[in-house]
């Protein structure tokens, strides 16, 4: 298989070059710019997508089948106080062999990696299909007008993606030690209890919303979801706020505020908890007579990608490349695989994520660079396994 000539990107100096584009969400900075110009240069068809001032950015290079995607982010989490910083969040340093800065980890250097393990392996000629990469600046804040509108536009226009290999930090101790096959869903809920202003030492002119809202929240708390799910563990209900904002000692308030977050597996849907919550909601409701008023967000679905050829090819890529197979893993918070998972099957596998959003946010270099070797190994076993398939 001949070469394409094509220069060979140093993943170490590309992910300096995103780091010093200060693109806190939903700030772009010109890091989308930094990528675009890169894979513009190895063969991409580039394509901006904004949506409602977010950058986005779909690249494909190649026509045919399969296409093997890679998706990521540029938009990175505020930097916290700069001068606890051991070198500057955004000037990229590198220090006794390690990278220091924001997005280093989450996921600047994932990028950078997979984009040297692409020009490595055009190096040795054109793949039999297409890669592509769906990278957006939309990941670390709402994420509404990101992946999952790039993804919406893509379904729409008939666009296939085979695979799609999502650069999060998933390692937990060593490069390649976890991937990522599923995420639980995440629903937030703000429920407004609507009482009666007045004075304490007359209660009867007065409608008290607190013990309503308390009684409430205590059902809740006290409800089992589930026992678990295969891969997953079980559904978590955690009240993350209760708000009166009463400074008097003798009044009693008119509203009572709280907020709460569900972390559901399979076992559980966006819908079905908005239901039980609503109907438990409107049980206290006509218990006390005061009206309770809920809003809900479901930012995402729980998903897993099931264990098969595409997981294996990763699994078997790692380990040839490492020495170690990476754990299937269920574990942590969303990401945008939330949304891919509409288009093919989809997994996290990225840097040891132990300092992202921290100050001192770091990669060593040598880890980065294995990282690029991994992705350039994931490359070749996951096309020849997904070619194989078809």
Not at 241 to 265: C, M
Not at 293 to 310: D, I, K, M, Q, R
Not at 323 to 339: H, K, L, V, Y
Not at 356 to 385: G, N
């Amino acid at each position: 298989m001949s070469g394409a000539s094509v220069t060979p990107i140093d993943p170490v100096e590309l992910t300096r070059d995103l780091i010093r584009r200060p693109s806190v969400t939903p700030i772009d900075a010109g890091a989308m710019e930094v990528l675009e110009q890169v894979l513009t240069g190895l063969g991409f068809a580039c394509r901006r997508m904004p949506f409602e001032g977010i950058e986005n950015l779909y690249a494909r290079r190649g026509t045919a089948s399969p296409n093997l995607c890679f998706a990521g982010h540029t938009d990175v989490v505020p930097v916290g106080a700069e001068s606890a910083w051991t070198a500057g969040p955004f000037e990229a340093e590198v220090k006794d062999g390690v990278l220091y800065g924001r997005g280093a980890v989450d996921m600047k250097g994932g990028i950078a990696a997979w984009v040297a393990a692409v020009s490595e392996r055009l190096n040795e000629g054109e793949p039999e299909g297409s890669l592509s990469l769906l990278i957006t600046g939309d990941e670390e804040g709402p994420a509404l007008h990101g992946t999952k509108r790039v993804v919406e536009a893509l379904m729409a226009e008939g666009e296939v993606i085979d695979a799609c290999v999502v650069g999060e930090p998933s390692s937990q101790q060593a490069l390649g030690d976890m991937i990522k096959i599923g995420r639980r869903g995440s629903l937030n809920s703000w429920i407004t209890v609507h009482g009666k202003q007045g004075h304490v030492a007359y209660p009867d002119r007065a409608a008290n919303p607190v013990p309503v809202m308390a009684r409430l929240l205590a059902r809740l708390d006290a409800h089992r979801l589930d026992d678990g799910y295969p891969e997953f563990q079980s559904s978590n209900l955690e009240i993350t706020t209760i708000d009166v904002g009463n400074p008097a000692t003798n009044l009693i308030p008119a509203e009572a505020r709280a907020r709460l977050n569900i972390r559901f597996n399979p076992a559980q849907t966006g819908d079905g908890l908005i239901d039980w919550l609503n109907r438990e909601a409107g049980a206290e409701q006509a218990a006390s007579g005061l009206r309770i008023e809920l809003e809900h967000l479901c930012s995402g679905e729980a998903f897993l990608t099931p264990v098969g050829p595409f997981v294996e090819a990763v699994q078997d890529a790692v380990q040839a490349e490492t020495g170690r197979r990476p754990e299937a893993s269920t574990t942590g918070g969303t990401s945008d695989a939330r949304f891919i998972r509409a288009l093919c099957p989809v997994l996290e596998l990225g840097l040891v994520g132990q300092t992202m959003h921290q100050v001192d946010e770091r990669a060593p270099v040598a880890e980065i660079q294995a990282l690029a070797r991994v992705y350039r190994r994931v490359i070749d076993t996951v096309m020849e396994r997904l070619s194989e398939a078809r």
